[in-house]
């Protein structure tokens, strides 16, 4: 379950898009859907950097195919797509297509997580 002070891979159903980029923090979404490859290649990446950056950014998974409305939002048109915000909520990056673990490390890098 997703909780705003701890967030995690799961995205709650109850949890409003809208508190998305999670205030205050370097917030990483993951647009995808569970049954997709390229997205099941990328949870096992996703879930070590929810350990390894645990409270010091936001890792947030968000499967389109079972929340279409909560994917919306973020204009998305291929998954999975990664979107990054530094923490005042700009967002300063987006990639489509499967992101290796040095890849999303070295944007952390660049947001200025320690």
């Given amino acids: 379950m997703l909780c705003l002070s701890v967030p995690s891979l799961s995205f709650a159903e109850g949890m409003d898009s809208k508190q998305i980029p999670v205030p205050g923090m370097v917030t990483m979404v993951d647009i995808g859907a569970k049954k997709c490859i390229p997205c099941k290649m990328m949870a096992p990446i996703i879930e070590e ?3 390894e950056y645990k409270d010091r950014v936001a890792v ?4 389109v195919w079972q929340n279409p409305e909560k994917g919306r939002r973020f204009a998305i048109n291929t998954i999975p797509t990664q979107i990054f915000y530094d923490d005042k909520g700009k967002e300063v990056r987006r990639h489509v297509g499967f992101l290796d673990k040095k890849s999303i490390v070295a944007i952390y890098d660049e947001l200025g997580v320690k």
Avoid: E
């Fill in 60 to 63: 947030i998974f968000i499967d």
């Fill in 49 to 51: 950097l929810q350990v």
